[in-house]
């Protein structure tokens, strides 16, 4: 297994790899073709697995079926529970069109869905659960009972949210007794929201528009952990930018680094989220092998200051 750099996850001593695998898209996968994903990751040296219970939908077996996969493959590669972090992400529901239809943070509906997850992936515990998106009918009181049930029981070791705003975070910090350690959010070169609002302070151009609650900030400041998603789209599900005649500009310079660099245009695109201070965790989600380690190469690259700006000026951004 190749060594790759190690972050610790939210304020502990918690260390894992600086990249992690997403198994949303391994919901349709061929079992051997996921046990080849795993092995991929296992060698490159990633040791951190992220899924949510809404991931995939097979027609035969329904919602959940990347988690099943995972399952079926993980069983079969001859890897060890020991050589990879587990996390999984509950409270969303959608319908065949996978059109989201509700959220719920219900203290049953956490409970069964923990479940049911350690069912599919046929293991004993999770590393880490996630609240997927803020409900707005939330009962914090209720998320704090389920997270107590679930660590006594020794079914999940670590908490965090995903999609959250500071004040999200703070209303159900105050309610549960474990420490938030994480905070899953969309984040790359063609998603800078939460870069952009802190460079154009006290202006009134749509820079200096406020999405976000000043997130990356808050986050820094609580020591918890942004595990950015879709590093290498544009738009929320548009499609990757990468190779896309549609960004020129970016491309050229993701490819001059990349020469320099002697890696991929994904390597390089890794490279600038873990450049940012806040120590991210990337979020891969290829099932391709030779994507996985592709991209998994950035782990190792410090790019420049001047590179980190002028990748961002590329991206289509402005600095003030």
Do not use: C
Not at 77 to 94: E, P
Not at 278 to 293: D, E, F, S, W, Y
Request: aromatic share 8%; proline share 3%.
């Amino acid at each position: 297994m190749n060594s790759m750099k190690a972050i610790k996850i939210g304020n502990t001593n918690w260390q894992a790899s600086n990249i992690a695998l997403g198994i949303m898209r391994m919901g349709t996968l061929e079992v051997s073709k996921a046990v080849d994903a795993l092995k991929a990751a296992h060698e490159v040296g990633i040791n951190f697995i992220d899924s949510a219970d809404i991931y995939g939908n097979d027609p035969q077996l329904g919602r959940g079926s990347s988690e099943i996969h995972f399952g079926e493959a993980f069983a079969q590669s001859g890897l060890a529970r020991s050589d990879f972090f587990i996390q999984s992400k509950v409270g969303l529901f959608a319908n065949q069109e996978n059109k989201i239809t509700r959220y719920d943070s219900s203290r049953d509906h956490i409970l069964k869905a923990v479940d049911g997850i350690l069912s599919r992936m046929k293991i004993d515990y999770l590393d880490s659960l996630l609240i997927h998106r803020p409900d707005p009918l939330m009962e914090p009181e209720e998320v704090a009972e389920a997270f107590d049930t679930l660590q006594t029981a020794g079914k999940v070791r670590h908490f965090g949210v995903s999609n959250f705003n500071p004040q999200q975070i703070e209303l159900l910090q105050s309610a549960v007794d474990q420490r938030l350690l994480i905070d899953q959010l969309q984040f790359g070169l063609k998603h800078t929201g939460m870069v952009d609002f802190p460079l154009h302070t006290n202006m009134t151009d749509d820079g200096s528009v406020n999405h976000d609650g000043g997130l990356l900030d808050y986050l820094r400041l609580k020591k918890m952990t942004v595990q950015t998603w879709s590093p290498f789209q544009y738009g929320t599900f548009a499609g990757t930018f990468i190779n896309n005649e549609k960004f020129p500009e970016l491309n050229a310079e993701l490819d001059k680094l990349a020469d320099k660099y002697d890696v991929s245009k994904n390597a390089i695109a890794v490279a600038w989220i873990l450049k940012h201070p806040a120590k991210m965790q990337v979020l891969i989600g290829t099932m391709n092998p030779q994507h996985i380690r592709d991209s998994a190469a950035g782990s190792d690259i410090t790019l420049t200051n001047q590179e980190w700006y002028d990748l961002y000026l590329a991206a289509g951004n402005t600095l003030p």
